[in-house]
């Protein structure tokens, strides 16, 4: 399975804010967007995900085009989680099971209430998954909406700043996990990230973006300095530490 973006152009006000953005993301592989504020990363998820319609270009999962499907069909293939979450009435378990509501018939089946109660567990939710969602922190809200993408089973995975209300641990364990459901569950991830070190440390290969525009893609051992120091104007050493790239400010 292989998530091809080609020739994405979009723009608003007359203001073009991607520019022709051609890659692929393939099954298994975590693909992280990076790049300063206000360069076009949470449009570039959104018009994958077909909430925004570009100017030009397509977006194809195994060479069908996510433009001409209905919003039932993208919700089976992708999960999308917003950098902000609107938190309702609700309980955890219940905006959990919202995920699978692509894949309902006439009613809630055994087979859904388990696969919720399981990604519960995989996020570390189950015991708040009877609290209501407007009285949880941001991280746990966050945990809840990457939860119910998981239900969705989709084999494409969006997530814009997934890790941003998380504290460091929470960060971290969160991002293992996601490159543990991607490897096992064959999925094809695409999130933006800001912090470049935690980019280098997860991703597979790297998407620099700056002015709407691929400045490169690149593996996180071959990162070039002078790449980091045209996107993000800062000169820079990359080093390994314990077989970790770290970005380092001169």
């Not at 592989?29 to 959104?46: A, E, F, W």
């Not at 219940?94 to 209430?113: C, M, N, Q, T, Y």
């Not at 996990?177 to 999925?187: A, F, G, Y």
Request: glycine share 8%.
């Amino acid at each position: 399975m292989t998530l091809d973006v080609r020739d994405i152009r979009i723009g608003y006000d007359g203001r073009m804010v991607l520019h022709g953005l051609d890659f692929q993301v393939k099954q298994g592989q975590v693909l992280t967007i990076i790049g300063p504020n206000g360069v076009g990363k949470t449009t570039l998820l959104r018009c994958i995900n077909a909430m925004l319609k570009p100017q030009t270009g397509a977006v194809l999962i195994e060479h069908a085009d996510v433009f001409k499907m209905r919003a039932g069909e993208i919700a089976k293939r992708m999960g999308y989680v917003a950098q902000r979450n609107e938190a309702g009435r609700m309980t955890a378990f219940d905006a959990v099971l919202l995920g699978r509501k692509p894949h309902l018939s006439w009613r809630v089946s055994e087979d859904d209430l388990r696969k919720v109660d399981a990604a519960l567990h995989q996020l570390d939710l189950q015991h708040l998954a009877l609290r209501h969602i407007d009285e949880m922190s941001g991280g746990e809200l966050q945990k809840v909406c990457i939860a119910r993408a998981l239900v969705q089973e989709p084999s494409v995975l969006l997530l814009d700043e997934p890790t941003s209300s998380l504290d460091l641990k929470n960060q971290l364990s969160m991002l293992e996990l996601l490159k543990k459901i991607v490897r096992e569950h064959h999925v094809a991830a695409l999130l933006s990230l800001h912090d470049l070190n935690t980019a280098l440390r997860f991703a597979d290969r790297l998407l620099f973006l700056k002015d709407g525009v691929i400045q490169g893609v690149e593996v996180p051992g071959e990162v070039p300095e002078e790449l980091v120091r045209q996107v993000y104007g800062v000169s820079v050493h990359l080093i390994s530490h314990k077989g970790i790239p770290l970005v380092v400010p001169c």
